[in-house]
């Protein structure tokens, strides 16, 4: 069964170009949802390897949404993706634990290169763990 990837985003445009680039490019299967209400409860019901989030959104921004799904498992890396981005925000971001940042536009290359990236680094968080766990 392949890891599912939730996709998080106000324009549905993004939804749907994500939602595309991760089903023809990537062996994952992805998720979407414009509202970060339902995302969290898709988080929070587990399964997700990975949730790919818009910053400014109604309800919930990409910064609280990110915050809430470290609180329910912080080893789920998020990608936030905007058109807002400054240095500023991307440091901000990092901060509060996000796995990267990207600008939109953004190259698709740049884009499966993140996922690859912030999923071999969950899993070797994960794997850590437990051998840490199995050793104490």
């Given at each position: 069964?392949?890891?599912k990837l939730l996709i998080v985003d106000s324009e549905p445009e993004m939804?749907?170009?994500l939602s595309m680039l991760v089903r023809e490019m990537t062996p994952y299967e992805p998720m979407a949802t414009n509202n970060p209400i339902e995302a969290l409860e898709i988080v929070r019901q587990?399964?997700?390897a990975l949730v790919i989030t818009g910053l400014k959104m109604p309800v919930m921004d990409g910064f609280e949404l990110l915050e809430a799904v470290k609180r329910t498992d912080e080893y789920t890396p998020v990608i936030i993706v905007?058109?807002?981005g400054t240095t500023a925000t991307a440091v901000e971001a990092l901060r509060r634990g996000a796995f990267d940042f990207i600008v939109k536009p953004f190259?698709?290359?740049r884009m499966l290169f993140a996922i690859e990236r912030a999923l071999e680094f969950a899993r070797l968080r994960r794997d850590n763990t437990a051998l840490a766990i199995r050793q104490s």
């Amino acid at each position: 069964m392949p890891e599912k990837l939730l996709i998080v985003d106000s324009e549905p445009e993004m939804l749907s170009l994500l939602s595309m680039l991760v089903r023809e490019m990537t062996p994952y299967e992805p998720m979407a949802t414009n509202n970060p209400i339902e995302a969290l409860e898709i988080v929070r019901q587990g399964g997700i390897a990975l949730v790919i989030t818009g910053l400014k959104m109604p309800v919930m921004d990409g910064f609280e949404l990110l915050e809430a799904v470290k609180r329910t498992d912080e080893y789920t890396p998020v990608i936030i993706v905007t058109s807002y981005g400054t240095t500023a925000t991307a440091v901000e971001a990092l901060r509060r634990g996000a796995f990267d940042f990207i600008v939109k536009p953004f190259r698709k290359e740049r884009m499966l290169f993140a996922i690859e990236r912030a999923l071999e680094f969950a899993r070797l968080r994960r794997d850590n763990t437990a051998l840490a766990i199995r050793q104490s």
